[in-house]
């Protein structure tokens, strides 16, 4: 069986897709799942499913909640083990040897990171593009749910974006700067703010002959910054303007600078 968190819920086996048609069935074995192996309160249960007021009887409907979880699992596990199990104060699930999408996310993401930090391009490339290919949408779709939830959906979405960043970087110290234009656009505009995806489009259209294109990139990123936030781009994307501007290639390195992934911003 595999768990996909990384867009709509899905569960699949073997191919056949199982859907669970009750959301709040969804939302319990949600927030089971991004809590595997630990105990999960029946108060943080409650708090999930029913975010904004519980019913009176929220006890006894999520009990009810649990024992059709209980059996559609069953209905779709050769084994026949139960996958959830009562452990006071609440419920532990455990995964066994079924797999979640958004565990594969993060181990190939750490395993490219890993591989792009000790300059092997080739395997990080395709590692990051295998991570980025599990994400079918917003995690959970997009949903507002309970605090345990969302706090997992910003974490994840932090981490795709981390991913998107590294992917580029392999690319780039790949020669193929042409091949990540049209992607690092589309991300200027879904991310206005992100200084790193800026930074980057600019040194894809430089080596790409597009010097023009990459100046125009920072004055639109400059005018929106100081528009919006008071605030012209960090120091990283002005140096980066700067030396364009000289065609100083010595300061037009691909390599990000320690303390990248943490991406702190200046003071």
């Known amino acids: 069986m595999r ?3 990384l867009g709509p819920l899905r569960l699949t086996e073997e191919g056949a897709e199982c859907v669970i048609s009750a959301r709040k069935v969804e939302v319990l074995l949600a927030t089971l ?3 595997e192996g630990q105990v999960v309160s029946m108060d943080q249960l409650i708090g999930e499913i029913w975010p904004d007021k519980p019913p009176r009887r929220a006890t006894a409907a999520l009990h009810v909640y649990v024992c059709t979880l209980r059996k559609l699992l069953d209905n779709h596990q050769h084994h026949r083990r139960p996958t959830v199990h009562t452990s006071p104060p609440g419920y532990i699930f455990e995964l066994g040897t079924d797999e979640a999408d958004f565990r594969l996310f993060l181990d190939l993401l750490g395993r490219g990171r890993a591989a792009l930090r000790a300059y092997r391009y080739e395997e990080a490339d395709e590692l990051l593009e295998r991570a980025l290919a599990l994400w079918r949408g917003p995690v959970f779709d997009g949903h507002e749910y309970g605090p345990m939830m969302n706090e997992f959906a910003r974490s994840l979405t932090e981490r795709r974006t981390e991913c998107l960043e590294l992917y580029v970087e392999a690319k780039h110290r790949l020669g193929e700067h042409r091949q990540t ?7 200027t505009d879904e991310n206005p703010f992100h200084e790193t ?3 980057q489009l600019m040194l894809a259209l430089y080596h790409s002959e597009r010097k ?3 100046l125009d990139v920072y004055r639109s ?3 929106l910054f100081l528009e919006e936030l008071g605030l012209p781009p960090c120091d990283a994307v002005r140096n980066l303007h700067n030396a364009i501007l000289a065609d100083d290639m010595g300061s037009l390195s691909t390599a990000q600078p320690r303390g990248h992934l943490a991406r702190a911003r200046r003071g």
Do not use: K, N, T, V
């Open 3 to 5: 768990y996909g968190l």
């Open 33 to 35: 799942l991004i809590r």
């Open 197 to 199: 995806f800026y930074r």
């Open 212 to 214: 023009a294109d990459a």
């Open 221 to 223: 990123a400059h005018r």
């Open 181 to 187: 234009i049209g992607l690092l656009y589309s991300l």
